[in-house]
């Protein structure tokens, strides 16, 4: 099966792995940029990636 891809954050190390997989498997990859609108984005796509991360979650108390 292949179809359309949105990646959420796919300038991160998950959405970065998974748009370069699912592109090799013959997908269209499609990437959502913050601050835009994610259900425009979303149309047309037949699986989408979560791989936001919230803003400053590298500062996390361990």
Same mark, same amino acid.
Do not use: E
């Given at each position: 099966?292949?179809?359309?891809?949105?990646?959420?954050?796919?300038?991160? +190390?998950?959405?970065r792995?998974?748009? +370069?997989?699912?592109?090799?498997?013959?997908?269209?990859v499609?990437?959502?940029?913050?601050?835009? @609108?994610?259900?425009?984005?979303? +149309? =047309?796509? @037949?699986?989408?990636?979560n =791989?936001?991360? %919230? %803003?400053?979650?590298?500062?996390?108390?361990?």
């Open positions: 099966m292949t179809g359309t891809v949105l990646i959420l954050g796919g300038r991160g +190390k998950i959405g792995h998974s748009a +370069k997989a699912f592109a090799a498997g013959g997908w269209t499609r990437h959502y940029r913050r601050g835009t @609108d994610m259900t425009q984005a979303a +149309k =047309g796509a @037949d699986v989408i990636v =791989g936001l991360n %919230p %803003p400053h979650y590298h500062n996390w108390a361990v």
